[in-house]
């Protein structure tokens, strides 16, 4: 399974939201993220997201997953003019983003599933190989 990541860098930040260092920093100011100290090598600060507005949290998991294949639904621009307006036209909305939401989170829960089912054969491949020394 992938490890849990509780906080980034900016320098891990910076490509992942697509923005220069320096901007990351400035975001965070002006999001009021939280830091902590980091524990790599030279030392600096990690964001942690927890203290990340849900926009933000959205980008960061879009990038990830697009990093891993994962491609999620394009919002479809409408040429023609929606027939419903106002609170009804965002419920449209709503539940075609929430249609959306369930099929990624079908890929992502499938391709849980699937590592969940490969990783112990893999496990025990990797430690037959350790114990006769192959690499």
């Known amino acids: ?9 900016t320098a891990e930040l910076g490509p992942i939201l697509g923005i220069d ?8 100011k002006r999001e009021n993220w939280q830091a902590r100290p980091r524990r ?8 942690l997201l927890s203290s990340m507005p849900k926009a ?26 929606s027939p419903v307006s106002g609170a009804a036209s965002l419920a449209v909305q709503l539940a075609e983003i929430e249609g959306s939401i369930k099929a990624v989170m079908a890929t992502v829960q499938g391709q849980a599933e699937l590592m969940t089912r490969l990783e112990r054969p893999l496990n025990l491949l990797l430690e037959h190989h350790v114990r006769r020394g192959d690499r």
Request: proline content about 8%; hydrophobic content about 40%; glycine content about 8%.
């Open 56 to 81: 933000t949290l959205d980008a960061i998991i879009a990038a990830q997953l697009a990093e891993r294949g994962v491609a999620l639904p394009e919002a479809q621009a409408s040429t023609r003019p």
């Open 21 to 28: 260092p320096r901007n990351v920093r400035e975001r965070a």
């Open 40 to 47: 790599a090598r030279g030392g600096g600060s990690e964001w």
């Open 1 to 9: 399974m992938m490890p849990q990541v509780d906080a980034y860098s």
